[in-house]
Structure formats: structure tokens, C-alpha cells
């Protein structure tokens, strides 16, 4: 289902990491540093071979997957953020990819990170998306992904809020799920910001309260609902 507070359709990604929306150049997901859950991951050594960070933006995960040693692969459909990314992360491979096809990439990768980009697609392209993945993938590959879930309130900026049985139907075709639990992703700002970016973006006289009820972390970011999922491509 799609956010009451967000107009999925108008998202321009491209037009976010040029600065010029009226959130301007601090995006949520921009943490200047690698997403809690995926350092978790990786120092559960869930991250092996080649890995593929797809929808990377800005390379912060990249980059921190890549200082462990890892052969890591950052796509993304925004130039702009692929442009940014190449200056902050060393050791990753950066390029501009389109992720419902990823042509060129078959049969290339053993892990894949999904960061939150699931969630910006609509349910043709998600499933567009998965088959790309597949074939872009090596029999019995992991790939880790996090989406928001129906647990986000109102007036949050999610383009799309998936069910956990959208995400069995979707990635189950031809992925085993092996963790389908929810967890909680670490945003770049504290509650007052978020509300300010979130009038900035829909109406100044928007009401934003909801987002009041976030948790936030010990540095006062705000912490926002989300599926945590691991799947293994099927040998087939």
C-alpha cells in the first residue's frame, strides 16, 4: 500500500541527491556512515564473494562492506548519487543501473544488499525487480533486505509500505526465506527534524505528530519500522 503521507509517483531521486526538493541536501537515509543493521549483519559474517549494494546511494554501505574486505558492487539508478557515492567510498565498483533489469550483471553475485530500495518500487516493478536479482545471481545466494512496514505512521516520507505476505509472494518465488522479522532502521534525523522536513516536503501545516510516537537511538535518531529480511536464490 502506498503512503498517505507520500505521492509515490512523484519520487525523483535524481532531483533529491542534487539538493533541489524542499527537504534540500539532508535526506533520511543519509547517515554519513553505514546503516546499524547492515554492520550487524556483516559482523555476523553474512556477507560473502561478490556483493552487489543495489540502490546504493550516497556508498556509505558500500564502502564499509568494502573495508572488510569484500568485492562490493554499488548501483544506482540516480547518477547524482552514483557521482557522490565514487568521492565517499574507496574499493567499491559504482556504476548506473537500472534495478528491474541489472543487464550485464548475470549470474555475477553471491550476496545482495537491498537497503531500502524494495519499498520504493511499485508492485509490477518489485516483481520486475526480484527476477533481475535472480538472474543477476549465483545459485544460492543471500540477500538481505530491509523495507518499511505497515508499522510506519502517517505523514512519514515511505513511497510504499509492504506486507509481509506481498514480501513472501514476491521474493518466495524463487528465493528461500530464511528471517522475515521486524526491526527498527536508523534515520539521519532527530524527531524535531524529521517533522520539519516532513512539513517541507508536504505542507507547513501538515500534521506530523505521529511521528512523535518514533523511537529514536542513544544519539537521538529517529528509528523507523521495517521488515529485516535474509532469502537464499533456490539452485535451480
Known sequence: MTNPGMNAEDLDFEQAYRGATPMGRKMPWDLGAPQPLVVALADAGEFTGE????????????????????????????????????????????????????????????TVLDSALYHCLNEDARHEYLAALTRATRPGARLHLFCFSPEVPDAFPAPYLISEENLRETVGKDWTIERLEPARYTTAFGAEELQASVRAILDPEADTSALATLDTDADGRVLVPVWQLKAVRSAA
Not at 554501505?61 to 557515492?85: I, K, W
Not at 568521492?87 to 543501473?97: C, I, L, M, Q, S
Open 51 to 110: 556483493v552487489l549494494d543495489v540502490g546504493c546511494g550516497l556508498g556509505d554501505n558500500s564502502g564499509f562492506l568494502a573495508s572488510r574486505g569484500l568485492s562490493v558492487t554499488g548501483l544506482d539508478g540516480a547518477p547524482s548519487a552514483v557521482e557522490q557515492a565514487r568521492t565517499r567510498a574507496e574499493g567499491v565498483t559504482f556504476a548506473v543501473a537500472d534495478a528491474t533489469k541489472l543487464e550485464g550483471y548475470e549470474g555475477r553475485f553471491d
